[in-house]
């Protein structure tokens, strides 16, 4: 069996706080949650696992995020000297981002396919850090990875995904997952 690895991070720190966006190693992880599907399980990781979260990512046959490319695998090099982009992944967003020549949101391709929105967003998530909120913090990662679960599932199914453009208007784009 095949073992896809989902994955989403939070960080402690905001790109304001570590001199900007060419700083995001400085960020630190604040908690990491995988669903992997040889397990069929979730795992959440505090900034003292980061190395098992590290082996977790590297076991996989492949890794599904979205901006994990350049956001969550950049924060995890602040961790590592192992270059994470020679892992085999699928960044969800870079991928439709070369397809549609824009941007889209993980919270667009949810609320267009299933209705469904993100329970929160990153600076909540790094404010609730500040405030000792871990709970808070994987609540809302692990329903980032479930959403980002749903998403490919759905790709890889129907070969299309639906969202909204900044208009508001439903629209579909094919995939090749």
């Known amino acids: 069996m095949k073992n896809i690895v989902y994955f989403d991070l939070e960080t ?5 706080e570590v001199g900007g966006w060419d700083h995001i190693s400085r960020m630190g992880m604040s908690i990491g949650v995988i669903y992997s599907t040889a397990q069929c399980a979730y795992r959440i990781y505090g900034e003292k696992q980061v190395s098992d979260l590290l082996t977790d990512l590297q076991r996989a046959d492949l890794v599904v995020g979205f901006n994990n ?70 609540e809302y990662c692990c329903y980032d990875v479930k959403i980002t679960r749903l998403v490919h599932e759905f790709g890889v199914q ?20």
């Open 12 to 16: 402690q720190k905001s790109a304001e």
């Open 69 to 138: 490319l350049r956001f969550d695998y950049e924060v995890l090099h602040g961790y590592t000297s192992f270059d994470l982009r020679q892992l085999p992944t699928l960044d969800m967003m870079v991928d439709l981002q070369i397809l549609l020549k824009h941007r889209l949101s993980l919270d667009s391709i949810a609320t267009a396919t299933f209705g469904v929105e993100k329970t929160a967003e990153g600076l909540q998530a790094i404010q609730w850090f500040k405030e000792g909120k871990l709970l808070e913090i994987a």
């Open 158 to 177: 129907h070969r299309q995904l639906h969202y909204h453009n900044r208009f508001g208007k439903k629209m579909t784009v094919p995939v090749k997952w």
